[in-house]
């Protein structure tokens, strides 16, 4: 039930920051919030239980979204370490940690499911 919250709450902080102006300012930020709309994906696929893809989509779609994520980070921890300012990095990592955690759980909870079915994604869907 926390999950399913946790998802409606960021699907609606998504849609906010989609609806603002300022949301397309850069190029960069426009791929870059493409790409998370893939961890909000998973995150409502793994809360409401729908199987949209199979895992190893899944597996693609996580690897695409940590990227992304590495690519914004390794600049700016650069910068912080350069002006010896660890705690704002460490607090920086800890904000971020926490408010990406239920994505990256969704992501490897979909990328490596416990259970086996026959059917995943769409078929699965049609044989509810």
């Not at 961890?39 to 989509?57: E, K, T």
């Amino acid at each position: 039930m926390l999950l399913k919250i946790i998802a409606v709450v960021y699907g609606l902080w998504f849609v906010q920051a989609a609806l603002e102006p300022g949301f397309y300012d850069t190029p960069s930020h426009m791929v870059s919030s493409t790409l998370a709309l893939g961890g909000l994906l998973a995150l409502f696929d793994h809360a409401f239980r729908m199987g949209w893809l199979s895992a190893n989509i899944w597996r693609i779609v996580a690897l695409v979204y940590v990227a992304d994520g590495l690519v914004h980070v390794v600049p700016s921890a650069k910068a912080l370490i350069e002006a010896q300012r660890f705690e704002v990095l460490a607090g920086a990592a800890a904000i971020s940690f926490v408010f990406q955690l239920p994505m990256l759980f969704s992501l490897w909870r979909l990328s490596f499911p416990s259970t086996r079915s026959d059917q995943t994604g769409l078929a699965r869907m049609a044989m509810r």
